[in-house]
């Protein structure tokens, strides 16, 4: 399995950081971040179940939402300065098996900052480092306590129709920083070789 590039605090810009994803450091492994961030384990797991077909529905105590985060694959937490950072697949308005690959980031913090932002985009791991698929989004709000809570408060990537790219390991990531500090993360490496278009 693909290893993800060490976690570090982030005062670095968006595009610097999006080249670090892409370009470097994937053969290292995650290092325990410092105490701004904490991070969720990254174990790998299957997509199969993020589309609107997924057959253990059995297990989801509410039905999906389309645009929320994928009852189906466990988003991941982070800590970031004092915010709250939920990143993870979001559920498509697709039936299965043409749902589209589709994350996002929700930031909400413990107290107001005078900025924060985020941007969000996915990676796949070609066998040899992380390549960003499409474009990034990009958010910003100034002097909030975050993103807000429920739909609104996602920052969404686009949506996209991978193909032949399945069978490879896939990551959200998001960098999000505030007036004082900032961190890259990502969701858990994630593989479907069965379904989505």
């Not at 059995?58 to 929320?68: E, L």
């Amino acid at each position: 399995m693909p290893r993800l590039p060490s976690l570090r605090p982030a005062s670095l810009s968006i595009a610097a950081v999006l080249a670090t994803l892409a370009l470097g450091a994937c053969g290292q492994s995650p290092t325990s971040p410092s105490d701004d961030l904490v991070q969720q384990d990254q174990s790998p797991v299957h997509m199969d179940q993020i589309g609107a077909s997924a057959p253990s529905l059995q297990s989801v105590s509410t039905t999906p939402t389309p645009g929320d985060f994928s009852p189906y694959v466990a988003k991941s937490n982070y800590t970031v300065d004092n915010c709250l950072v939920e990143v993870g697949w979001l559920y498509d308005t697709q039936l299965a098996p043409n749902w589209r690959h589709w994350g996002g980031v929700r930031v909400n913090c413990a107290t107001r900052h005078s900025w924060i932002d985020a941007t969000v985009a996915l990676f796949y791991w070609n066998g040899s480092r992380w390549v960003q698929y499409g474009v990034s989004n990009y958010g910003i709000r100034y002097n909030q306590f975050g993103s807000g809570t429920g739909l609104d408060g996602i920052l969404r990537t686009s949506q996209y129709c991978v193909s032949g790219l399945r069978q490879y390991y896939w990551i959200v990531s998001t960098t999000v920083r505030t007036e004082r500090t900032g961190a890259t993360v990502w969701t858990t490496p994630v593989q479907n070789t069965r379904e989505g278009c």
